[in-house]
């Protein structure tokens, strides 16, 4: 076997790092598991309460993309819908947490308006009698008092 000058290895080693690198990135199939993965954490996230709107919008379009490239064998295409996945995956866990902040401010805000409808209840209940009888009296202090007779 002839040996190869270091000028021809490197060449033939990238000419093949070329030929088998669009084959590395990930098949059709295995990015849609990905997708599918990436998908099951928007629902998780969604159910925290989190808006997870955009990030279903861009996996909506990594799938078309999946779709195109596998159907033509475009691996740019498959390549971008990777790139948007892995997008996706990383925000998950700022989506989680903000699904929870949400949650928490929601849980507050409720905590807040039932004691504060307690509280008014309560209030109107010791003062508004006295209230009540107060404006009355004013209302009607010029009035005078006369005794009717009996029939």
């Known amino acids: 076997m002839p040996r190869l000058s270091l000028a ?3 060449s033939l080693a990238s000419l093949l790092l070329v030929l088998l690198l669009p084959g590395l990135a990930l098949s059709g199939g295995d990015l849609r598991r990905e997708l599918l993965k990436v998908y099951d954490g928007l629902i998780k996230a969604e159910r925290e309460g989190a808006d997870v709107a955009e990030a279903a919008l861009k996996l909506d379009r990594a799938l078309k993309l999946i779709n195109e490239g596998g159907r033509t064998g475009n691996s740019t295409a498959l390549r971008e819908a990777e790139r948007i996945i892995s997008e996706v995956r990383a925000e998950l866990p700022s989506l989680m947490e903000e699904g929870r902040a949400k949650r928490r401010l929601f849980l507050v805000q409720l905590a807040l308006g039932i004691g504060l409808s307690g ?4 209030l109107a209940y010791l003062y508004a009698p006295r209230l009540v009888w107060r404006l009355w009296l004013k209302a009607r202090r ?3 008092v006369r005794k009717v007779a009996r029939r």
Do not use: P
């Open 119 to 122: 509280l008014g209840g309560v």
């Open 8 to 10: 021809r290895k490197a």
């Open 142 to 144: 010029d009035w005078k």
